[in-house]
């Protein structure tokens, strides 16, 4: 374990190398303070080991991020997939029963998919309701896709 680590001097050390202050006068500074003889190398070396561990929690975010992006991506390609398929359903069902109850699912699908894309509406925002508007299903799977919702094949 380092000496600045074991004295518990790393804000010090970090403050004053904030500060621009040379190495050596910085290892004088928390050996008067601290009561320990620091040398300028163990000081240089704490400083080494610091900029080593910000890089690797750097590049682990960055990996963690590009993660997250792959998996947000591959959840909005499956949810627009299984829109695009109850829009079909909705669209080709014989019973007027099965039309609506594919039109609500489709609903709950496009709040989750927003709400997993961080647009979250407010409660019954996204509405789907093929007998309070007079376009039919194609006309709105034509609009849902012209808004960009879901793409076609």
């Known amino acids: 374990m380092q000496k600045i680590v074991k004295y518990g001097l790393e804000s010090r050390a970090r403050d004053l190398k904030r500060q621009e202050i040379p190495v050596r006068d910085i290892a ?9 003889k620091l040398s300028h190398g163990t000081v240089s ?17 960055a990996r963690l991020k590009e993660v997250e992006v792959r998996t947000t991506l591959s959840t909005i390609e499956k949810r627009n997939k ?9 669209e080709n069902a014989e019973h007027e029963s099965t039309r609506v109850n594919a039109c609500r699912v489709a ?8 709400k997993r ?4 509406p407010s409660e019954g ?5 093929i007998q309070q508007n007079n376009l039919t ?10 808004a960009g919702v879901f793409d076609e094949d």
Do not use: H, P
């Open 28 to 36: 004088r500074i928390l050996s008067d303070e601290s009561g320990q």
């Open 45 to 61: 070396n704490f400083f080494i080991s610091d900029i080593k561990t910000i890089t690797g929690l750097k590049e682990s975010t």
């Open 82 to 90: 299984l829109i695009e398929i109850l829009f079909n359903l909705a």
């Open 107 to 114: 609903k709950e699908v496009l709040e989750s998919l927003d």
């Open 117 to 120: 894309t961080g647009d979250i």
């Open 125 to 129: 925002q996204v509405q789907i309701n």
């Open 137 to 146: 299903i194609e006309e709105k799977l034509k609009e849902y896709r012209d």
